[in-house]
C-alpha cells in the first residue's frame, strides 16, 4: 500500500468483514470507529454482558507480516486507553470488559477474505 487511500480503503473492507464475522458468531456491535485521544478503537461490540474492544488489521499481502503482528504493546497501550475513557464517558465502570483481534487478509486479486479471530488477546 503506497498510498493512504488505497491503505484506508483495504481497512475499511476488512472492518465490514471483521463486523459481519463477529456478528455471524454471536457479537452484537455496539460501536465502530470510536475516536478517543488521537486514536480510534475499530469495534465495540458486546458478546453476552461482556464489552469487546475490537482492533481489525487487514492485510492484502503478506510482505509486511501477518495482520496480527501489527498489534505492537505500544498499539495496545493506546487501545487500553482509548477503551478507558469509552468505559468513563458511558459510565460502565462495573462492566467486564476483554480486548480482541480480527486478523483479515484479502487477496484481491479473488475477493476473498481470511479471517482469524483472536479472543482475548491482550489484557
Known sequence: MNESGTSSSLGRS??????????????????????????????IARDGRTLVFV????????????????????????????????IVERGLEDTNCRFDVVAVSLDQDSNESNVVHFKDAFR
Not at 19 to 39: C, N, Q, Y
Open 14 to 43: 476488512g472492518e465490514r468483514i471483521a463486523a459481519d464475522f463477529l456478528t455471524g458468531k454471536g457479537l452484537e456491535i455496539v460501536e465502530t470507529g470510536f475516536r478517543l485521544f488521537r486514536g480510534e478503537i475499530d469495534i
Open 55 to 86: 482492533e481489525v488489521k487487514t492485510r492484502g499481502g503478506d510482505e509486511f507480516g501477518r495482520p496480527e503482528e501489527s498489534v505492537t504493546a505500544a498499539k495496545q497501550r493506546q487501545i487500553k486507553k482509548i477503551a478507558l475513557g469509552y
